[in-house]
């Protein structure tokens, strides 16, 4: 599947904001109450802007990915699949793709977390196969194995 991974741009926070606060805004609201401020300093104070990717099918903007690289791990803070594009499989493709660079890059395994409520998601990650590793009231978190995990020969930029 053609999906391409864009860098955001500085300029473009405002955007990144609009879409965060549509794919998180219910769960924020119902576990914590959505605050407009709070949220927008927490977005621009607690993740890099090197973080987050346009993701693009086909040259359209389809969603926004946020991902962080650890020493052995990448973990992916936001996944977001405009609600007009979900449902054709485009997320999986994009985690595919994460999987593949990730182990591309040596990580051993990826990890993330999802709201508990987010019942969706919470398949959506294991049908890919993830599992919980960890649970409380609010959050779940994920994590799948890569090759080094599984114990194969751990590859780094493309050399054992």
Known sequence: MDIELIDVSQNEFEQVFIV???GIFPYVESLFGWDDQFQRERLASSYLP???SW????GERIGLLCSKPYEDAQHVHLLIIFPQCQGRQLG???MERLHQEAEREGKCRVTLSSFTDNHRAIRFYQRLGYQVVEEDQAFVSMSRPLGCDLGLNKVVNGEL
């Open 20 to 22: 965060v606060k549509q």
């Open 50 to 52: 090197q973080w987050f």
């Open 55 to 58: 993701i693009l099918h086909g």
């Open 92 to 94: 999986a493709a994009v």
